[in-house]
């Protein structure tokens, strides 16, 4: 029986409707989807929110038209700028020096719980993720059934969307008539969907570069470790250009969409042309457009080489990988090798295995849709209702 799903997903620069199908040659096939650019949120709060109903209406409208079906039931992944994560550890004494059960990895994750207060928190306990578990004093696994000891210890993280973001979404999908089935982290599903079990193993660092911030996640095991939000991502770049340049922002984008980081011999004398506000021709010598470019790109590099200097220093191992996704740079020629030399570390652009849409730039949406999935699975097929299995699964 295949199971039909729905997700929207509030990125910085567009609002992202995705309707997807089980049963497919992939774990889920997207039949419907539709992209509606806005305004987007900084700081905690939307730029322009008289908008948000009718962006979400469009979206969700267009997504259905593709699929030739009516949402009537969503999920609704949670932005990274209305979340925080939380981690911690905690060591549990096994009642028994038998076989490590379920209950006791429940028990121990429990625990962390409460060494974290989250209960005191006040937000809505989004995902309740395990880094790795010790057995003993052995080796980090993330599977500790089945194994025999006396200690049980582990990290766990948990992503917890802020109250403010929920309130807004049920009186913005209640305005719709759509009901609401869950709050999932986008952040979390694009670091489960993107980066392998083995660079998680290693300690993976996903540096998200959207139109207005940039998501910086240190993710390991099945958690998201470390996560932090820097105020500066690729519309930035097109503001300076914009600015400098006293183009329109349209042709701006165009410029830095088209921008070269590492010419060639072609490359290096070449005019960039485009329309100014009144429809004339303008053009440009490359070196007019490098010095803001490169200008605005240096200080968005520089925030993410401090943020793993200070902040998530030591959380990286010798074998970490970087990954950068998110339409802020991912895109532009040249942009990963630029990060990579600025950071000191290789880059890697990863891409999500599917059929359609998978560019960086929908590297969140998709993520939010296999977490969905992901979930369902792992309730297992005891429970019946495809997806109305997943409405207990997330607690506030």
């Given at each position: 029986?295949k199971?039909?799903?729905?997700?929207?997903d509030?990125?910085?620069?567009?609002v992202?409707?995705?309707?997807?199908?089980?049963?497919?040659?992939?774990?889920?096939?997207?039949?419907?989807?539709?992209?509606v650019?806005y305004d987007?949120?900084?700081?905690?709060?939307?730029?322009?929110?008289?908008q948000?109903?009718?962006?979400?209406?469009?979206?969700?409208?267009?997504?259905?038209?593709?699929?030739?079906?009516?949402?009537?039931?969503i999920?609704?992944?949670?932005p990274?700028?209305?979340?925080?994560?939380?981690?911690?550890?905690?060591e549990?004494?096994?009642?028994?020096a038998?076989?490590?059960t379920?209950?006791?990895?429940n028990?121990?994750?429990?625990?962390v719980?409460?060494?974290?207060?989250?209960?005191?928190?006040?937000?809505?306990?989004?995902?309740?993720?395990?880094?790795?578990?010790?057995?003993?004093?052995?080796?980090?696994?993330?599977?500790?059934l089945?194994?025999?000891g006396?200690?049980?210890?582990?990290q766990?993280s948990?992503?917890?969307?802020?109250p403010?973001?929920?309130e807004?979404?049920k009186?913005l999908?209640?305005?719709?008539?759509v009901?609401?089935?869950?709050?999932?982290?986008?952040?979390?599903?694009?670091?489960?969907?993107l980066?392998?079990?083995?660079?998680?193993d290693?300690?993976?660092?996903?540096?998200d570069?959207g139109?207005?911030?940039?998501?910086?996640?240190?993710?390991?095991?099945?958690?998201?470790?470390y996560h932090a939000m820097?105020?500066?991502?690729?519309?930035q770049?097109?503001?300076?250009?914009?600015?400098?340049?006293?183009?329109?922002?349209?042709?701006?984008?165009?410029i830095?969409?088209?921008?070269?980081?590492?010419?060639?011999?072609?490359?290096?004398?070449?005019?960039?042309?485009?329309?100014g506000?009144?429809?004339?021709r303008?053009?440009?010598?490359?070196?007019?457009?490098?010095?803001p470019?490169?200008?605005s790109?240096?200080?968005?590099?520089?925030?993410?080489?401090?943020?793993?200097?200070?902040?998530?220093?030591g959380?990286?191992?010798?074998r970490?990988?970087v990954?950068?996704?998110?339409?802020g740079?991912?895109?532009?020629?040249?942009?990963?090798e630029?990060?990579?030399?600025?950071?000191?570390h290789?880059v890697?652009?990863?891409?999500?295995?599917?059929?359609r849409?998978n560019s960086p730039v929908?590297?969140?949406?998709?993520?939010l849709v296999?977490l969905?999935?992901?979930?369902?699975?792992?309730?297992?097929p005891?429970?019946?209702?495809?997806?109305?299995?997943?409405r207990g699964?997330?607690?506030?």
């Open positions: 029986m199971t039909q799903v729905a997700a929207i509030f990125g910085t620069s567009k992202v409707t995705l309707i997807a199908q089980s049963g497919g040659v992939n774990r889920c096939d997207i039949i419907g989807s539709g992209t650019p987007g949120f900084a700081q905690g709060d939307w730029n322009t929110p008289e948000l109903a009718r962006v979400a209406r469009d979206s969700i409208a267009a997504a259905e038209l593709e699929a030739n079906s009516k949402v009537r039931e999920y609704i992944g949670v990274g700028e209305f979340t925080h994560v939380c981690t911690g550890e905690a549990i004494t096994l009642e028994s038998g076989e490590i379920e209950d006791d990895v028990r121990v994750q429990d625990a719980a409460d060494e974290l207060k989250i209960a005191e928190l006040g937000g809505y306990v989004m995902h309740r993720s395990p880094a790795w578990f010790v057995v003993d004093d052995g080796k980090k696994t993330m599977m500790p089945g194994a025999h006396e200690r049980l210890r582990a766990v948990f992503v917890v969307a802020e403010v973001f929920i807004d979404m009186n999908m209640g305005s719709l008539g009901a609401i089935l869950g709050f999932l982290s986008p952040t979390l599903g694009e670091s489960l969907l980066l392998s079990i083995e660079e998680r290693r300690v993976a660092l996903l540096v570069v139109y207005l911030n940039t998501e910086v996640s240190v993710v390991e095991g099945d958690a998201i470790t820097l105020p500066l991502g690729g519309g770049i097109t503001a300076d250009l914009c600015e400098e340049l006293r183009i329109p922002m349209r042709a701006a984008e165009q830095k969409r088209r921008y070269v980081f590492n010419p060639d011999e072609f490359d290096q004398d070449a005019y960039a042309e485009v329309a506000a009144n429809g004339e303008l053009s440009f010598p490359r070196e007019y457009i490098r010095r470019l490169e200008k790109m240096d200080e968005l590099c520089d925030m993410v080489d401090l943020t793993l200097k200070n902040d998530a220093a959380l990286l191992g010798p970490s990988q990954f950068l996704t998110g339409g740079i991912a895109l532009m020629r040249g942009g990963r630029y990060l990579a030399t600025k950071l000191g290789p890697k652009v990863p891409v999500a295995k599917s059929a849409m929908y590297a969140s949406a998709l993520g296999d969905i999935f992901d979930s369902i699975e792992q309730q297992g005891k429970e019946a209702g495809g997806i109305k299995k997943l699964l997330f607690k506030g």
